[in-house]
């Protein structure tokens, strides 16, 4: 067992099988030593288990919790791409969607549901750069969605 697998299994994650695209693109593209995953939904087993605005029908603290749920179909996606978690040696750019009320303007927040997980799993190596943007609505009536920039070995 890798140490990144003994740090998920201590965290109580398991990383999901690779979200089918619902449109024509592929969940990574590679790129030298890079990973660019697509925009990922909060998927579970296949479905979205919230739909709607954050800040109306969904609440910061749930997208929250939505946010790290897109982050692990996106470390499925570059998984998928490369393999390997362990070979991660950067997590570079997370960008978080959040599909909000107009009056809702707590994107950070919501997008630490995913940077804070990133951290818990990678330590140093997933400290990265982010932008929180709200947005009017995303695909499948999603709350959020989380794309990644990663670079590997």
């Known amino acids: 067992m890798s140490a990144l697998d003994a740090r998920l299994a ?3 994650i ?10 024509a693109y592929v969940p990574a593209t590679v790129s030298g030593q890079w990973v660019f995953t697509a ?8 479905s979205l288990p919230a739909t709607g605005k954050v800040g109306a029908e969904v609440s910061a ?15 499925a996606a570059v998984k998928s791409a490369i ?8 997590i570079v750019k997370v960008t978080g969607f959040v599909a909000s009320d107009p009056s809702f303007s707590g ?9 804070t997980l990133l951290g818990d799993i ?12 709200g947005v009017a609505v995303l695909p499948l009536d999603a709350p959020v969605e989380v794309e990644l920039i990663v670079e590997f070995a």
């Open 14 to 23: 398991t990383i999901p099988e690779v979200a089918a695209p619902v449109a």
């Open 107 to 115: 994107q950070p927040a919501v997008m630490n549901g995913a940077s």
């Open 83 to 90: 393999g390997s978690l362990d070979r991660v040696t950067r």
């Open 122 to 133: 990678f330590g140093d190596i997933g400290v990265h750069s982010r932008s929180a943007v």
């Open 39 to 46: 925009g990922q939904l909060p998927f579970v087993d296949g």
């Open 61 to 75: 603290e749930r997208a929250a919790e939505l946010a790290g749920t897109a982050v692990l179909n996106a470390l």
């Open 10 to 12: 201590e965290l109580g």
